[in-house]
């Protein structure tokens, strides 16, 4: 409870005071019991307890207005609690709503990021399956040479036409080529066959730095020289096919291996006619071999395109006459209309003239000079 007075420094509520005057009222009531003999102390007494009325009066005075003040600071308090309250209401609710609509548009992103991982992690399950089924693919001996034969027959059918070769041929000495291509002019049949030395290549790459490494570059260079080896002894035959064969290697990475490491079993490849392939080189060679094949085919055609062109050039001298020919009579034509064209029109102006003529009313003097006009025309008819 808030001090309604203060003396000397202490404040006083309105409960202590209370408490004060009745100290006050039973000391005087205890003074007059004792001093009532004392008309001296009763006087004191009336003039205390007139004095005590008087502050008790005042007392109630400023009780009433302090209750009143309280009142109306309470009341102003309160109106000033309803405004800041109604204030931070407003603030609160417009920082929930805008907290809200952050919130909602981070839900909404998260969402879509969420969506996205999804079909990243699709992808990715997707990739990982692809993956496991090459590394599949490519752990099986038969499946990877099926792999690497599919890869060769695949570029071989989309750069050449489809007489330009065959797949699966038997030559003369029982072997049977993966894919043979027919050169044209008497010049052979370019044979490829398709390796892939993966066994050796992992070695290769798993002893990368390692004590191992010399080995397995050893082993790697044997394997790849065994399958020159193999080329150039089953595919290479005087008379029926090319002096050069190939080997495709269906692995970019193995071919740039050998180009950067193996200089030697490059070599050994082209001193036994057997070019080592890859996808992208084998498909400029193929692009070499449609062109050769496109310029022997046109020369073959090279009589027929003479014979051809000299029976156009008859066929032009004859065009040449009869139009000639042609225009002659255009040009007679033309002369014959001119002459017509003339004769019309005299006649028109003849006509015109004749219309023009003033024809006068008949009378007997224009009779005369008709007959006097007739006459000399009979005459001169007559002549």
Known sequence: MEPVLEFSGIGLTIA????????????????????????????????????????????????????ENSAQRDAAFQDKLDTRLDKVSQHVGASILNTQ?????????????????????????????????????????????????????DLIETYLPPKAYSFQYALS??????????????????AIDSK??????RRLTAADNTPDTQRAQRD?????????????????????THDLALLFLPSEAIYAELHANFPEVIEKGFSSKVMIVSPTTFMATLHTMRAVMRDAAMREQAHIIQRE?????????????????????????????????????????????IDSLD?????????????????????????
């Open 220 to 240: 790697f260079a044997n394997d790849v020289l065994r399958h020159i080896k193999d080329v150039a002894s089953k595919y290479l035959i005087f008379g029926e």
């Open 16 to 67: 202590e005071l209370l408490i004060g005057a009745l100290l006050l009222l039973l000391g005087v009531f205890l003074a007059l019991i004792f001093d009532r003999r004392d008309k001296n102390t009763a006087q004191r007494l009336q003039q205390q307890l007139q004095h005590m009325n008087q502050q008790q009066i005042e007392l109630q005075g400023r009780i009433s207005q302090f209750a």
């Open 359 to 383: 024809m006068p009313e008949t009378t007997d003097t224009q009779a005369q000079i008709t007959s006097d006009n007739v006459e000399p025309f009979k005459k001169r008819k007559s002549d």
């Open 101 to 153: 609509e952050r919130n909602s548009a981070s839900m909404k992103q998260l969402h879509e990021r969420l969506a996205l991982i999804d079909r990243a992690q699709k992808n990715i399950e997707t990739l990982s399956g692809e993956v496991s089924g090459l590394q599949n693919l490519l752990s099986n001996k038969q499946s990877r040479g099926a792999f690497g034969e599919k890869q060769m027959q």
């Open 173 to 190: 000495n029982g072997k049977r080529v993966d894919a043979l291509i027919h050169l044209p002019a008497g010049q052979g049949d370019v």
């Open 196 to 201: 892939f030395p993966m066994e050796a290549w």
């Open 309 to 353: 062109v000299g029976m156009m050039a008859k066929d032009v001298s004859l065009l040449d006459e009869r139009v000639a020919k042609l225009q002659s009579h255009f040009n007679q034509s033309t002369e014959d209309i001119r002459k017509i064209r003339i004769s019309t029109e005299k006649i028109t102006k003849r006509a015109d003239k």
